[in-house]
């Protein structure tokens, strides 16, 4: 198929801005909320240090990254020495400890592919998930929330982004379309590549930051402060990064040849990678490179079926973006 876009909107689409950041700002999480979750980290924190006095627990996901909309779930990390023991019976001795401190709906998931113990908190009924070890998923999360720092634009898309990924059912890995990290990770590439650019590439600066985590370096620039005004010259609004984005998605990403790269801040060839076919259940057909496992392509879950639904998903939102008179309703309009 060939797919052209508009590269003009037929209303001004700043007129809609204001629309955008109210529903923005409905979904962004109270200070109360966030106090309460850091309280359920400090008990359980108490719980685990009580049990193994080295280890600690660290917030990685949504409710750190500050991508995260109200009323999600909490991810967190236990960071425990298990070179004398399996990952699977530090989750069941956790989930024991859990269910006897009175946390509701205890279960260990020791099979998942991350195994994790999940729970309800009785007091403020937060359902939070702990893993174990899984510190590249914290080092990630850092990453993300220095690049929201740097230009709030950021956090305002990727709201808009991922509300409009779980209205429209395309933000579920096991069923063959996109994780929330995924899309957090295609808003930060999209702004990078804008011109002027409104994001830098962190891993490509000197590193102020850096850390080894599973034989991985990981180091990047994270004195965020210092690039407040990073963007300063690219003008455009929430409204008007909407409709790039999606226009982008549909229309200017070349699928067949092409993975996106936080890392490089650009694009890299899919031939570069040997991505070019199927390789087990990784099909590559939408390739977006995890900043840190670099042979890990977060689009590996979409298959022949999800793509296209993700595409035309795309191709609706942008003519929704492009010709609607009153596009936000349309746009965020359940699947
Ligand atoms: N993660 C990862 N690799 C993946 C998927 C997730 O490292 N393939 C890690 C990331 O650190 C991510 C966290 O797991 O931040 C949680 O992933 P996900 O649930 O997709 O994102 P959230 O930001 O928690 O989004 P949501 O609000 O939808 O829960
Ligand atoms: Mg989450």
Redesign the pocket.
Known sequence: RIRRGSIKCRYDIRRFSSVFLSIYNSLVPSEDEINKQKQLLMSLKKLVKKEWPDADLHL????A?S???SN??I?ICLAIDDSETTKADILLRLADILQLNGFQNVQALTRARVPIVKLMDPVFSISCDICVN?L???V??KL?RDYAQIDERLRQLAFLV?HWA?SREV?E?YQGTL????Y?LMCIHFLQQCKPSILPCLQEMKATYAVTVEGKNCAFFDKVKELRNFGFSNKEDVSELLWGFFNYWAYQHDYTNNVISVRTGSIIRKHAKNWTKRIGNDRHLICIE?PF?IS?D?GRVVDKYSIWILREEFERAASILQDYRDPCTELFKRY
Not at 60 to 63: A, P
Not at 179 to 182: G, K, T
Request: aromatic share 10%; with cysteine; proline share 0%.
């Open positions: 990685y996901g949504s409710c990254n991508f995260g909309v999600s779930d991810d899984n590249l998923a914290v990630n999360t993300l991922k779980k933000n890995a994780s929330s990290y995924a957090v995890d496992e890990h977060l």
